[in-house]
């Protein structure tokens, strides 16, 4: 059970695991799936599925943010994201469309997001996108940058916002800075009246600060997508996914016992690009999983079947290609509850959760939290 | 030999291998091939080589069955698939066949499978079929699915079947449901005359479990084909064929002392594609092997060169893939006993393995699950 | 901790890494990018960025030399390169254009560079070239093998060299030679007015043997470039970077103990083909990093576009492809510090880096080198 | 140092490892390669450089045999190939050479070597092979199977063979059989007055049962050559190479111990590609390699550029593809001396293995076996 190694003399690096390199082994009863649920609850809110949708624009209109709602699941509107820039969306993703047809390099759709995203927020924006959400009656969940959360957020409570994410590729409960005046998520959660989730964070200590700072849910991973998301290439850095997941959950376990009954959600966010990773994510300890690339191909993704995360738009460090378009032929339903025709792992993804949990014999989302894991050799 | 790791703070996972990870390794006297036996017996049934076909339509018809049979083998008709249900099945294959030239989308051929297996099953043509094997002289043996296995068992007897093997993709013996009427594994077999063998199974426990309920012979694995079946991405799930057969030789071994003396076989259904991937199989642990792609290639297979496994018509959540047709240029005895001019492992399956054995020095099966193994770096 | 392997009985081998194996993990505070500096000093040249040019044609003219040495890195001219030997660079580097373009063979292309290299070197030529990157006021460093260092040194010196680079694909402390007159660094060094860093080696014992020469730094490594460098093939040698780095910085580390004080930089030079392997190699403990393949697409490079090490040219066992030419399309200035569209982490190579450094919290290169690392299961 | 891993419960396997799984480390003095020797012994035969031809007829003909011993190495013809069954080398060889040509399945090449091989061996066709390799005045070596040893040997002797090679794919010193009469190589051995190279083996223990044969030399091996060879696939059967040599060296080291001074050569046979692995081989513990595909190049070799080992012809379990024709551009001379323009490790071979002595500080090869090695993480 070793787990350090020496790289080189005194200097050790963590041996580390992606959702790739483990497998689910049923051994014990099986069950039906019939019999098994996959509802969770966070704060007062409660859904049939445990998913929420990564933050990216590629996936998350107004529009899909309702129809994820309705089909149980929580889909989270970029309140930095072109719906706040942009009066007419369709022709900025347009443009963006085009960039990646005229040409084969990768640089010139990212140019085309960064531009976009150098258009001014309006506030105005962000509030009709949140008011067309509310007003459907599902839950309503924007994401803030950490940098912005303090200026933003109280026009995005007026509009109604129910659930704040604050989300950045990588962030930290005590931010250092020289100058500026970084957000202090504590008092900033302990000032608000709805429940805050946080993150992208990739080690124990960094989920066990950010549970203490009262969030309700804490980000694991910052949307990592094999062939799409370059963090590695390009600062170095990785959060193995399943390694990241059992250390947050370990986390959640010790701050639960520390405050005697405070459950703070563990939410995977990356990695995860089949219905078998989503199942591998609460394997790990996840409570909940953001997706992201596997919804792109849902007819109602606005972006075409393109895929890119937030991290895409940087101004100068941009952290994510834009991936090919894929077909949108299936609606959100039958992409996430089937029946599929497809044996690769893309459509009817909580059906398949379902079946996963019933043939290794659990009947909710926690209990499966327990279940056998293999790591090839 | 510590084989427990820490994938994170307080998450383990067991390291598995599946039989590409190892090698047979010589190291001892060698042997003549001619001097090398391939027997086995599974209850009063003999037969001269350790194949048992993977129940699936696309390499075992009636006639099939027959040849697999009279070459030495035991083919076992799927009681549910398409001889169960089509009185025209050259015209369902012919359906099948057409959809997976007409379209490259893996969903289309799934898609036939779906509708060709959601036709009713007909007593009347799983007894044809089954009197036709039985008129051969060679064993008879069906597969039928945990779910129906006690309607249809009956008439299965009634038609002459003399070993039945329940199977699913995953089973096990405890299985847990609110409504319904689980199969009782234990009583079911007690209530036959006839030798059972179950799976598939994927760890010792499992294998245990079932080695109790009477079962003759015990499967382990699900029909594992790379790059055909897709568990892994659909849920999450995997049965690391090296490791799952050594555990359940493990279990036959613990059940056989706790009994003073039953012997349940242990068949290997995954992860063979070549005649050196039987050896590896027999080398695990296993008394038999459950061959299906390799069998693809026969002429006598009826699904003209496709292959998929049985989960591939399942009607929500299909596991396998249609493999593109491969060339059906030899028949089943030359691919079972060769000669060969292929050097790729693909012919000549059953001369191999006993060059195998006569290379290491060992002359019957038995034996041969002692030889050395290594493990690649 | 265990890093011995018994690969046959009685003979064991040490586990070692490659940058690509490891990643950096975020486990603290953040930061701004803002708040961090790059900066680091050898002798009494200090540098804005951890920048050395590794000495190939490929990459460095005088007049690369000048524009790094202007952006604030390190830029090394080969004085027994094509600059030393050829009046006319420009016409000797449109052969090996005309070669690579001619023919697919790797050897035609390797065969021009053996031939250029068989010219004499002129001393006026070298000098010339020295003497213009001395005009333009950044700080002069050549490199010369082990074999001329004594020879050529005089006269470089005279031209005005400042930082004398000794540098052998791999050298050692002690060279063995029955005839002929081997370089004493140690003496070398000690009659020398001017900071030598001398390499490349491979393990923790012959980079403290050359610290303890007095080399103000040590290069680790040889400049190994993924695709280009042969050197496993042909001589079965490897220098896994991660690991080299650092055993070379423990001993740095040892060094400084046993001498009360003397700190010597370590140069890692190989592996690094994006912002990220820069980041690693520091974080492995590298005071600065030699870039050789991300600059040959500056429209800077001398090469047009193609990539080649110093052994290209190695008269009768050449250990180095000249690599396919790429695109120069950004100038050295955006190249190092941005800002980028493309995300594969090969533009703004040293905002890259800091945002690595603000990403885990650390503000200077010193202390970067503790940052926390993980290893792929 | 842990070397058996659990596979499942109660069965292990070894690791092993592959030359390209092992890196050599500079880690001490250089020394110039003039300085180095490749000189090697076995009995009375005094070779300058550790090579030993792979006796397949795609790279040794009766003039290669000569060519090869001239330039310091040592030829071996196989008693048993073509030009022991065809008055018409060239006749059957440009079947071969059709056979690939006209068709893409990889058995019709196969199934023409099977044919050639068919055809009765003519002692009066091997005498005057071997007379034509005496005239020349270099050491003659042939290769005979395990079974047709005793019967052959008589002949050889008489036509004046100095070095005999008993190799199979896999042979034991103690072969079992029912029928027939196997070799007793001990007393074989015993009977002779010429030297024995025996093998090949792929363990410890046989590798000692061979030494105590009495055997000169022992074969570790059996050709393997990737993408060529296909026994893993075949037979299940495989001999990671740097764990087989080591392994085999220390039954050398306690054979020695034995025997108070019988110092027993060992020969590895199979994974060499590239010079590098030649270096590597040695430094693992081999005394020689044996050298198949990369002579398939030269002008030289009768193979037109085809290669195949000798298990290709196998009757009924081929274990060998014909690869692909290489371009044969340069003599075996530059092949293996060099000076070499391609940097890809495949000429200069044994120039390369000085070098890689040289920069590793090294001056023979039995002081060589002792160098640094590295295991890729």
Redesign the interface.
Known sequence: ??????????????????LD????????????S??VSTTWQIDAYRFDIPLITHPTDAIVSPGTAVAVGELGGLGVLNAEGLWARHGDVDEALFRLVQATEDSD????A??VL?ELHAAPLRMDLIAEAVKQIRESGVTVAVRVSPQRAAELTPDLLAAGVEILVVQG????????????EPLNLKSFIADLDIPVIAGG??????AMHLMRTGAAGVIVGYGYTPGVT???????????M??????A??AR?DYLDETGGRYVHVIADGGVT???????SI???ADAVMLGEPLAAATEAPGQGLYWTAS?AH???????VAEAVDQELDLRKLLF????????VT?LF??LK??MA???YSDLKEFQKV??????
């Open positions: 059970m070793r787990d350090l190694v020496e790289i080189g003399m005194g200097r050790t690096a963590r041996r580390a695991y992606e390199d483990i497998e689910i082994i049923p051994s014990r009863r099986t069950r039906s019939k019999d390099d990768p640089a010139a990212v140019k960064q590729t990588i962030i930290s409960a005590e931010h250092v800075s020289r100058d500026g964070v990739g080690d124990y200590r960094t370059t963090t590695d290439s390009v600062l170095g850095i990785g959060v193995p399943a390694t990241a997941i059992a250390d959950a370990a376990r089949t219905s078998g990773d989503v199942a591998k394997a790990c300890g895409s101004p100068s460090v941009p952290r994510s290609l089937g029946p599929s025709a497809d044996p690769r792992g009817n059906g398949a079946r996963a043939k290794t014999g056998g894991l293999t790591i090839r050799g």
